[in-house]
């Protein structure tokens, strides 16, 4: 039980937090359904205004149970406070012609984030902001799997076998991540598959080889992740690479190397880079299997999921 000055001194700081992300052009905050119920049960809630329908606890979602049950709270409320990343990007500045629309985010219910995200999928899917990837596209690649999952997985882009079924993750590389999701105890549609740039990066004469997407593709596509990050407000984001990364951050170069394995905070979520399961595919060394698998592990307990002593081994000599 906190003192009156510490009380005093937290609500203080969090009020100054606030300010600061209103002055940084934020216009939503997500909170889990437990943080609104403490908020609407403090003596200062006439000041908070509740949405018409509660939100169920993201933990009580029946999908993600049946997969692997996740208990309400994490098994590791010890864990080591994750930096900060910041949002003073000139990416985070210019990504602001969804969220400044975006109304109050606070524990949509599960309708409310249904309509929200078929609402933005919509937008997406008729989306001519990059004149030449619109141009070259087979179709636009929004994102798959349950938006209502504690887990999310954000990949750069999509490549050729995206760009004709739509789908992201789905050739060489998605099926790695697709083992990977599996290995975890869950599966594709217990979990939420998305990607920075939702159209494929145009290639010369329409050749099947993937390129990196330009800071100026990602800068103009970043809003819509932002906006599916925010509507499904997950527990844990695992970001795929360097790419990934620097289009979150961003900021370039990402040394992948150098970050993957240590948590970092995106918008108030446990953010996880990782590497690309491509680049796990080209390298194939067992260390580079294991770290990959020990950030999914990092990410499992992250979310209070069982952990079998098989899965612990994985990729040990
Ligand atoms: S990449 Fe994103 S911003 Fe560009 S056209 Fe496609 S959906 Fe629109």
């Not at 709270?73 to 969804?98: D, F, M, Q, R, Y």
């Not at 799997?145 to 060489?172: N, T």
Request: charged share 20%.
């Amino acid at each position: 039980m906190a003192s009156d000055a510490e009380f005093q001194s937290l609500l203080t700081a969090t009020i100054d937090h606030l300010e600061a992300l209103k002055r940084r052009g934020h216009r939503s905050v997500v909170l889990d359904p437990g943080t609104l119920q403490d908020l609407l049960a403090s003596p200062t809630a006439p000041a908070v205004q509740p949405l018409p329908k509660p939100a169920p606890a993201l933990s009580a979602n029946p999908s993600f149970q049946s997969a692997s049950p996740l208990p309400s709270a994490p098994s590791t409320p010890a864990a080591p406070k994750p930096a900060l990343v910041t949002g003073e990007s000139p990416v985070h500045s210019l990504a602001t012609s969804l969220a400044t629309s975006a109304t109050i985010r606070v524990g949509l219910s599960r309708e409310e984030k249904e309509t929200a995200m078929a609402a933005l999928k919509e937008r997406a899917l008729s989306c001519v902001q990059c004149s030449h990837l619109a141009a070259a596209r087979k179709s636009v690649v929004f994102g798959v799997g349950d938006i209502h999952s504690p887990l999310m997985f954000v990949g750069e882009a999509p490549g050729a076998d995206e760009d004709v079924q739509g789908e992201p993750f789905v050739g060489a590389a998605g099926q790695l991540l697709t083992k990977v999701i599996q290995t975890m105890g869950l599966s594709r549609e217990t979990v939420y598959i998305g990607n920075l740039l939702k159209c494929r990066p145009d290639t010369p004469g329409g050749s099947l080889g993937n390129r990196k997407p330009t800071p100026d593709e990602m800068r103009t596509c970043l809003p819509y992740l932002q906006e599916q990050i925010r509507i499904i407000a997950p527990k844990v984001i695992i970001a795929l690479g360097a790419t990934a990364m620097e289009g979150l951050l961003g900021r370039s170069p990402v040394y992948i190397t150098k970050m993957r394995g240590q948590w970092l905070q995106y918008e108030g979520i446990d953010l996880m880079p990782t590497y690309h399961p491509s680049y796990v595919l080209r390298n194939q060394s067992l260390a580079t299997k294991r770290e990959t698998w020990e950030d999914m592990l990092a990410a499992m307990e992250r979310l209070g999921m069982p952990i079998s002593d098989k899965q612990r081994g994985y990729f040990l000599k």
